[in-house]
């Protein structure tokens, strides 16, 4: 898998890990320091978790909460939810996170972006942008997990994000969201041609071979939830990961060296 | 005591959680009397070069830190850009580095190979210990880091205790006397960086 990364995402409710699908419908799904701990043991690429309802609820980030799962993420540990201003994103850094991933606070001004680049370095900050397609006017960038339009295309604003000041980007299809379907692999080919940063692609990997599509396509990393979180077609919750030679398997002929 | 040297930038949480996790004592500090008795020190570093640098220099800290360091010969690991900061130069500032150790700073230049990866690179990659290091525990059958870096060091091979491949072959590992350093984040590379702790542990105590 080397430079190739399979990043487990989990979704935060505040205290309580959720999942959903097309960005509705979340569940409980369990306690995130204890899924850190066992994605900790799987010896996962890279961790993201994301509190999905802190901007919606204008909440500040959960810093006790993240700072207690930091302790125990022995991996590169990204978080995204409520960051609005830059001490947000300094306090993130002391307390032991090394990514932190803007979403609706960058839509909103792009400055924030650059500003946080300059200070805790451009490859720990992420961009994630949500997007689904519109009635009329194709692919559109949502804001507030999924719920405003910002009438923004996504590849244009990704090119504005590159430029601000951005280490990579995630784009996350709200259409595939929890459906295993498979990524949007048209735009991820189109982003990743277009952008010197790396993309990750996130948004319904239900297969290693979707990983394996979407690396093929140009994407530096690739996300997934329900995958890593769900097991069968009740959908009971098991925390899975690929193991390392199954991935360097999959990846060969992709590892850059 | 191990001290993570605060100089107001780094990732410094994240190493102080791994101390935590292979069972020594450590903290963050920016006290000359907490560094003067400390074990060790442990120099980390995010962002830009010069930053970095005029930040260790505004510290005051530096003098301290050298006497330590250079004279009392007190164990001391870099980490990420930590690890740079103890050259001559890089090609990302115009300041000049420590000078710890001879060697400058690169970025990676992909002019020479067909393919252009990206930079930074970013991932886990293999590393290969030519001289089996001490810092590299040798009941791994291989050594896999996290990297995140658009530079490099370029030295003298007699300071190399790690090289990885990213487009070309590359120094991620050096030593010097009671200095070591590593372009990687042993910090976040969950078995095989809590090994590398306990082997710097073990080095120190």
């Not at chain 2, 525990?137 to 205790?161: Q, T």
Request: contains cysteine; glycine residues 10%; hydrophobic residues 40%.
């Amino acid at each position: 898998m080397l430079n190739k990364r399979v990043i487990p995402t989990l979704l935060l409710d505040n205290t309580g890990l959720v999942k959903g699908r097309n960005f509705k419908k979340h569940k409980y799904v369990g306690d995130p320091v204890n899924a850190v701990k066992i994605f900790n043991d799987k010896e996962v690429d890279e961790l993201a978790i994301l509190d999905i309802t802190a901007t919606n609820e204008n909440r500040r980030p959960n810093f006790d909460l993240i700072k207690n799962i930091a302790s125990q993420a022995f991996m590169p540990f990204a978080y995204g939810g409520g960051l609005r201003e830059l001490s947000d994103i300094e306090m993130l850094f002391k307390i032991g996170v090394e990514k932190a991933i803007l979403n609706t606070a960058a839509v909103k001004d792009l400055s924030l972006v650059t500003a946080a680049s300059e200070i805790v370095g451009q490859q720990s900050i992420v961009v994630s942008i949500d997007y689904k397609k519109t009635l009329f006017g194709g692919k559109k960038v949502f804001t507030h997990s999924g719920k405003n339009n910002s009438k923004l295309d996504p590849i244009e604003y990704a090119l504005r994000v590159q430029d601000a000041g951005a280490g990579e980007i995630i784009v996350n299809s709200i259409d595939h969201e929890g459906t295993l379907k498979g990524y949007d692999y048209d735009l991820i080919h189109e982003l990743a041609t277009k952008l010197d940063i790396p993309v990750i692609a996130s948004g319904g990997a239900g297969s290693l071979n979707d990983f394996k599509q979407a690396v093929d396509l140009g994407a530096s990393a690739v996300a997934a939830g329900d995958m890593f979180t769900f097991h069968g077609k009740h959908k009971a919750v098991l925390i899975t990961y690929p193991k390392y030679a199954e991935l360097e398997n999959l990846f060969k002929g992709q590892n850059n060296e | 005591m191990f001290v993570i040297i605060d100089y107001g930038t780094g990732n410094s949480g994240s190493i102080l959680n791994m101390l935590r996790k292979v069972g020594v004592e450590g903290c963050v500090s920016n006290d000359p009397e907490i560094i003067k008795s400390s074990k060790a020190l442990i120099l980390p570093g995010v962002g830009a070069f010069d930053n970095a640098i005029k930040k260790f220099d505004d510290s005051g800290l530096r003098g301290l830190i050298e006497e330590e360091v250079l004279v009392n010969k007190k164990p001391f690991l870099g980490v990420c850009l930590g690890m740079q900061l103890l050259f001559d130069r890089s090609d990302e500032g115009v300041l000049n580095g420590l000078g710890w150790i001879p060697g400058s700073v690169k970025r990676f230049n992909f002019d020479d190979i067909s393919t252009k990866l990206k930079v930074p690179h970013m991932g886990w990659s293999i590393v290969k210990s030519p001289n089996n290091s001490e810092l590299f525990f040798d009941g791994f059958e291989e050594h896999r880091f996290y990297f995140v870096h658009s530079y490099h060091v370029v030295c003298d091979p007699k300071y190399v205790i790690g090289t990885a491949q990213y487009g070309y072959e590359f120094v991620c590992a050096v030593r010097k006397d009671n200095i070591w350093a590593t372009q990687f984040h042993p910090e976040k590379s969950h078995k095989f960086g809590i090994q590398l702790f306990k082997q710097f542990v073990n080095l120190v105590c």
